[in-house]
């Protein structure tokens, strides 16, 4: 079965360039979630979509930050302008309700 | 402000012993608990859960305990395994999003020594 599959696994870009995350959930789930994990804060929710609406957008840090979900199968989590503070690991996450989320492997930002 | 703690970052255990983490939380609204198991460049994967009505939930070697009146939870893992040497997240959640609105503690790294 295919997880959540997340692109790209790196990514290397110089500050206040756009950076845009993708993710495909699992298939047939109606949950999708978009946490960031730095060591200092450890792993943190962004924002969640269910049925693809968007339900709970208080972990955004800042309106540099949004996320779309256009359709059940995809979803783009977009900085601009990105920022050096930025820098951390992106997790993309889906689940059907009300079973466990089930993680992408993450995207390694780095903003110079 | 971390609503979900995990002290003593890092565990090594022999082989075939056991494993405890723990995990403390502070908001007593919390009433869904879950443990994630990470590898390195990959996603945490879901191990076992339990919620507030119960006080402990096995799987296997995964055992967790709850203690609502202490606000904490433990997981056990016994006997330990070479593949077990990873990070541990504990989770929690409430209400009927208890599943969405999860916060998660730092993590525990667990090295199991052959």
Redesign the interface.
Known sequence: DAG?IQSPRHEVTEMGQEVTLRCKPISGHN?L?WYRQTMMR????LI?F?NNVP??DSGMPEDRFSAKMPNASFSTLKIQPSEPRDSAVY?C?S?L??????????TRLSIL | DQQVKQNSPSLSVQEGRISILNCDYTNSMFDYFLWYKKYPAEGPTFLISISSIKDKNEDGRFTVFLNKSAKHLSLHIVPSQPGDSAVYFCAAGFGTDGNNRLAFGKGNQVVVIP
């Open positions: 959540v949950s979630f450890g792993l943190e929710l969640y269910n339900i709970d997790f996450a689940s309700m009300p079973q466990p989320q089930h993680f992408g492997d993450g």
